[in-house]
């Protein structure tokens, strides 16, 4: 069973930083490039960042890019999204899912950036 659990998910204030992490299972993690995505409330799903099998350099929607940077341990089948200078706007629950299947994704966490 292919499972995806995101997770650091908290509250902010703007200008500050969160680091999310996914934890996947039932999968061949390595083999599959790998997205976020994010949803405000009463909002359509939002594609963040994606990055290849191997990892190295991701690519961003313009709203997260040069703030967000997105890695991948393959060895312990574990995806991040660092969030640097965090704005009110990216309130959202935020998933990580397989390629830019937002159906395939798991259990999201919940980012607040609040004064």
């Known amino acids: 069973e292919v499972q995806l659990q995101a997770s650091g998910g908290g509250e902010v204030q703007p200008g500050g930083s969160l680091r999310l992490s996914c934890a996947a299972s039932g999968f061949a993690f390595s083999d599959y490039t790998m997205s976020w995505f994010r949803q405000a409330p009463g909002e359509k799903p939002e594609w963040v960042s994606s990055?290849?099998?191997?990892?190295?350099?991701?690519i961003y929607a313009d709203s997260v890019k040069g703030r967000f940077t997105t890695s991948r341990d393959n060895a312990k089948n574990t995806l991040y999204l660092q969030m640097d200078s965090l704005k009110p706007e990216d309130t959202a629950v935020y998933y990580c899912?397989?390629?830019?299947?937002?159906?395939?994704r798991g259990q999201g966490t919940q980012v607040t950036v609040s004064s």
């Open positions: 990055i290849g099998r191997a990892g190295g350099t991701g």
């Open positions: 899912t397989r390629q830019s299947d937002f159906g395939s």
